[in-house]
């Protein structure tokens, strides 16, 4: 490998590490915005069962509202934060129930 190559191969595992802690930071801070819309609805109560669903189309309504009528970058950032936590309450939920119908067979 020529010097020029082994510079050239330096210099973009420099960009990936790179882009990489910028993701990071992006995605701690994505995290942090989803855990402040929870503590913020958290005198609303989550849904259950199937009204989870129904909650997710419900968000991704106001976020796509939200983004037509070209509202500010903040709310739309906390409109996509509430879709989010929907769509994370949707996988706990299917996770929470598939783990009891596991336990429930291997018990019979």
Known sequence: MSVQEMK????Q??????????LADRIEAWAMR????LFENAEKGGPEGWEV???VHEELEELKTAM???????LVY?????????????ADA???????ESAKKAKS
Not at 13 to 22: H, I, L, P, S, T
């Open 94 to 100: 299917y996770y929470r129930m598939r783990t009891i």
């Open 13 to 22: 595992k420099m960009d990936e590490a790179e882009r990489q802690v910028g």
């Open 53 to 55: 669903l129904v909650r």
């Open 34 to 37: 989803m855990l402040g819309k």
């Open 8 to 11: 050239q191969a330096a210099i």
């Open 78 to 90: 906390d409109e996509a934060a509430d879709v989010a936590n929907m769509v994370m309450m949707v």
């Open 68 to 74: 037509k009528k070209k509202r500010s970058a903040r």
